[in-house]
């Protein structure tokens, strides 16, 4: 079985800075591209970056030159550095990877679309 965990939200003043980190766990092939969505209370849950296996990444308006999307692809991994946070980037931050290659032999695999638990990121002071 495959998971996508989260980790590093949590509560930051205004202006400050956050850095999201998500871990592939379990018995991976490939990943494709990962992305990072975020829903805010009443809201419906949007994408905010994604980069691509060989690091092409793409940026929504509301968050272009502010977050940095990463990822280290010999431990499965895929950053999220927020800088100059706003109180409406206050939302549960999901990582996603649509297509995750895991073995099905020695030979085969298959793709799944894997999403993580969300970690909350709260801007507040």
């Known amino acids: 079985q495959v998971h996508l965990v989260e980790s590093g939200g949590g509560l930051v003043q205004p202006g400050g800075s956050l850095r999201l980190s998500c871990a592939a766990s379990?018995?991976?092939?490939?990943?494709?591209?990962m992305d990072w969505y975020r829903q805010a209370p009443g809201k419906e849950r949007e994408l905010v970056a994604y980069?691509?296996?060989?690091?092409?990444?793409n940026y929504e308006d509301p968050v272009k030159g502010r977050f940095t999307i990463s990822r280290d692809n010999a431990k499965n991994m895929v950053y999220l550095e927020m800088a100059s946070l706003k109180p409406e980037d206050t939302a549960v931050y999901y990582c996603?990877?649509?297509?995750?290659?895991?073995?099905?032999?020695?030979?085969?695999?298959?793709?799944?679309?894997?999403w993580g638990q969300g970690t909350l990121v709260t801007v507040s002071s």
């Open positions: 996603h990877a649509p297509k995750l290659g895991v073995p099905i032999n020695d030979y085969e695999f298959r793709y799944l679309e894997v």
């Open positions: 980069i691509t296996s060989d690091g092409r990444t």
């Open positions: 379990g018995r991976v092939f490939s990943i494709e591209a």
